[in-house]
């Protein structure tokens, strides 16, 4: 059974920070492009980050960019996502994907797997 399981979510103040991880199982994570998607009340789902398979490289959406920082290490089979300086905006639902193709995307449309979703709360 192929599986994405993000954990890490909770309850942080502004300027705090979090530490997203996603694990993979049924298949071998760093064959794919993996990426981190949001979707915050009554907004559609964005892409935030997501890292090639080919050479490593990074993309990020503007709203992130600096503050965010995405990384893997494929011997754990996961994906993490580290968030500093949050913002009460950056609340939403993170979800965890995988890209078979291996190079990804901050658009929705070529992600094969993803994972349940964990809740990130900014607020004071």
């Known amino acids: 059974q192929v599986q994405l399981v993000e954990s890490g979510g909770g309850l942080v103040q502004p300027g705090g920070s979090l530490r997203l991880s996603c694990t993979a199982s049924?298949?071998?994570?760093?064959?794919?492009?993996m990426g981190w998607f949001r979707q915050a009340p009554g907004k559609e789902r964005e892409g935030v980050s997501y890292?090639?398979?080919?050479?490593?490289?990074?993309y990020y959406a503007n709203s992130v960019k600096g503050r965010f920082t995405i990384s893997r290490d494929n011997a754990k089979n996961t994906v993490y996502l580290q968030m500093n300086s949050l913002k009460p905006e950056d609340t939403a639902v993170y979800y965890c994907?995988?890209?078979?193709?291996?190079?990804?995307?901050?658009?929705?449309?070529?992600?094969?797997?993803w994972g349940q979703g964990t809740q990130v709360t900014v607020s004071s």
């Open positions: 049924g298949f071998t994570l760093d064959d794919y492009a």
């Open positions: 890292i090639s398979s080919f050479d490593g490289s990074t």
């Open positions: 994907a995988a890209d078979a193709s291996g190079i990804g995307s901050l658009y929705p449309f070529p992600w094969e797997y």
